[in-house]
């Protein structure tokens, strides 16, 4: 069974999770915001073999150098536009806020629309692609959580007004998400609380 636990990154209030599983010492993070806290507080056997990079926005990558200096195997997933973008601080956005932020090494792995990651025999990951915060946005199922990054956001009306961002897209990737969960489902988003699917607007997107 999986550990969820949320790190909300105090400069840009986007949150980073960190997924543990006592049967395991790798743990694996959705989305690298203000990761210093995170690796301080593993245990010196644990160590991050993967993060799963929800869009490469600032807010969503600021610390992911730091990650892969201190964990140098640590595979990083993320769509083909997220992984362009994070080795590029114009296009996360990050030079204009003058903090620029680019990949500098590490291992990247490109991750589709349907894929399934085993993070380990009994828990795996799948992807699905939602577009329309920004084309390169993911979603991450892993057993009842969903994490939806900036696609997502209970009660919060999607951003679409970004480069690459698109209305239409959204709505789409939004009934996607939604006919994917149930009451059990949690929401676990890019910025603020975690709800219960059924607590939140999102099931007034399906078909
Ligand atoms: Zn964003």
Redesign the pocket.
């Known amino acids: 069974m999986i550990n969820v636990k949320r790190f909300v990154c105090e400069s840009f209030d986007s949150n980073t999770y960190l997924l543990s599983s006592s049967t395991s010492k790798a743990v694996w993070l959705i989305d690298a915001g203000c990761t210093s806290g995170i690796i301080d507080g593993l245990n010196s056997n644990q160590y991050i073999e993967c993060v799963f990079i929800t869009?490469a926005?600032f807010?969503?990558i600021f610390q992911i150098n730091e990650i892969v200096n201190r964990y140098p195997e640590c595979r990083i997933y993320g769509s083909v536009s997220c992984l362009e973008n994070l080795s590029s601080s114009k296009a996360n956005l990050s030079w204009y806020r003058d903090i620029p932020v680019e990949l500098q090494k590490g291992e990247t792995n490109l991750i589709q629309c349907g894929d399934i990651v085993h993070l380990s025999e009994e828990i795996s990951l799948m992807a699905l692609h939602t577009p329309g915060?920004?084309e390169d946005?993911m979603t991450f199922f892993l057993e009842n959580y969903v994490f939806t990054?900036?696609a997502y956001i209970p009660f919060l009306k999607t951003?679409t007004k970004?480069k690459s961002g698109n209305k239409d897209k959204s709505l789409e990737s939004l009934r996607k998400i939604a006919s994917l969960c149930d009451s059990s489902t949690i929401i676990s988003p890019?910025h603020g609380n975690t709800y219960l699917y059924s607590d939140t607007d999102l099931k007034t997107y399906l078909l």
């Open positions: 869009h926005h807010d969503h915060h920004t946005s990054g900036d951003i970004l890019g």
